[in-house]
């Protein structure tokens, strides 16, 4: 079962940018439906970003908190996602997990809970 590993957060300063990174050894990571999610303390899980699989199309999808700002990206070669985020905010502020699955229809997308394999998480702090 495909495993991911986040990494890539850290401290920034408001308005500033950070890329976090997945990595998953998968010899279909191709296949693969994407999702990055956030969790901030007292606060449920929240969707952020996903990218399709090669069958359906690497088409994206963002939570409106995000949309502008935050881009998800993937590089099948590398078995590697990528969620660059730029203009953060202190509510930005989360541990953020990168999911994978497969057979995610459309209307699950935004659901973590058609997501089969999580990693440990990454945590992002935005603060002056």
């Known amino acids: 079962q495909a495993q991911p590993v986040e990494s890539g957060g850290g401290l920034v300063q408001p308005g500033g940018s950070l890329t976090l990174s997945c990595e998953i050894s998968?010899?279909?990571?191709?296949?693969?439906?994407l999702g990055w999610f956030r969790q901030s303390p007292g606060k449920e899980r929240e969707f952020v970003a996903a990218?399709?699989?090669?069958?359906?199309?690497?088409?994206?999808y963002y939570a409106d908190s995000v949309k502008g700002r935050f881009t998800i990206s993937r590089d099948n070669a590398k078995n590697t996602a990528y969620l660059r985020m730029n203009g953060l905010k202190p509510e930005d502020t989360a541990v953020y997990y990168c999911?994978?699955?497969?057979?995610?229809?459309?209307?699950?997308?935004?659901?973590?809970?058609?997501?089969?394999?999580w990693g440990q998480g990454t945590q992002v702090t935005v603060s002056s």
């Open positions: 999911a994978a699955g497969t057979g995610v229809i459309l209307s699950n997308i935004r659901n973590g809970a058609a997501y089969s394999s």
């Open positions: 990218i399709r699989g090669r069958l359906g199309g690497g088409y994206t």
């Open positions: 998968a010899r279909t990571f191709g296949s693969y439906t």
